[in-house]
């Protein structure tokens, strides 16, 4: 809904796509595709657009982002992580994990894209080895973004939509101090009674593709934080890796 609702969280994303300089690139590894033994990448010339939900306004529905995809970058994810590695897919597209955070960065689906997906197979280490793996990207003019939720919990989210649970308020906590300080450890080993870990991970796949871009990270580097809310069992809370876009502003 945050794609078409005017909200904060929309607002600072829009304002961030327009501090950005035009990328040659995206990579966007999303929470919504969820693979097994090997991770996979869009690889059609065109990606369709995937509505992958139900029960929401016709407006979401009519949400169509029709950017290139990059052939070149294929080749490129393969030469750096081995081709036992991908599996190039002509069947999936951009499903609203990819669309629903870049199309308020770059509006008009110009910049090529390709979209990756979760290889459940690997635990948390593996996820980020593999991000280190591809960590060279970012410095051949391709912007990674992972999205996801530091915290998504949808049937706890139904009970609590609107405060701001004691377990969610430590979760992020914890989580917005492992980031600053590039605790990637913090990040990928819980203990067993961690309850507020168990609750805000839940199943996975809304919590791994954070571990890319801060798995990409130097050690000289700033992770700054913005949209830094929490509703219910929710959190929109967003990372830049690196240096923030001179005229963006974290607290918008």
């Known amino acids: 809904m945050t794609v078409i609702t005017d909200n904060a969280e929309i607002r600072a994303l829009r304002a961030l796509g327009a501090a950005l300089m035009r990328p040659r690139a995206i990579l966007v590894i ?27 306004p016709q407006a979401l529905y009519d949400v169509r982002y029709p950017a290139p995809g990059a052939p070149w970058l294929l080749d490129r994810i393969e030469a750096l992580v081995g081709a036992d590695t991908i599996q190039r897919d002509s069947e999936w597209g951009f499903d609203h994990g990819a669309w629903g955070v870049v199309q ?31 960590a060279p990207l970012r410095d051949e003019g391709v ?34 101090a492992a980031i600053r300080a590039g605790d990637l450890g913090a990040l990928t080993r819980f ?16 919590f791994l593709p954070l571990l890319y871009p801060l798995a990409m990270r130097s050690a000289d580097e ?3 934080l913005f949209n830094d809310h929490i509703d219910g069992a929710l959190s929109m809370t967003s ?14």
């Open 30 to 56: 999303t929470a919504h595709w969820e693979t097994q033994g090997k991770t996979h990448l869009t690889a059609q010339a065109a990606p369709p657009t995937i509505h992958d939900f139900r029960g929401f």
């Open 191 to 206: 203990a067993p009674d961690d309850r507020a870990a168990a609750q805000a991970i839940n199943s996975g796949e809304h």
């Open 222 to 224: 700033p992770a700054a």
């Open 104 to 134: 308020p960065l770059f509006p008009d689906a110009d910049v090529p894209m390709v979209a990756m997906s979760l290889d459940r197979g690997r635990d948390a280490d593996g996820h980020v080895a593999l991000a280190r793996a591809l």
């Open 239 to 252: 990372v830049i890796v690196g240096t923030v876009p001179e005229g963006f502003a974290l607290a918008a």
């Open 143 to 176: 912007l990674v973004i992972g999205s996801g939720n530091v915290i998504h919990n949808l049937a706890l989210w139904r009970q609590a939509a609107g405060t701001q649970p004691d377990w969610a308020l430590d979760f992020q906590r914890r989580s917005n």
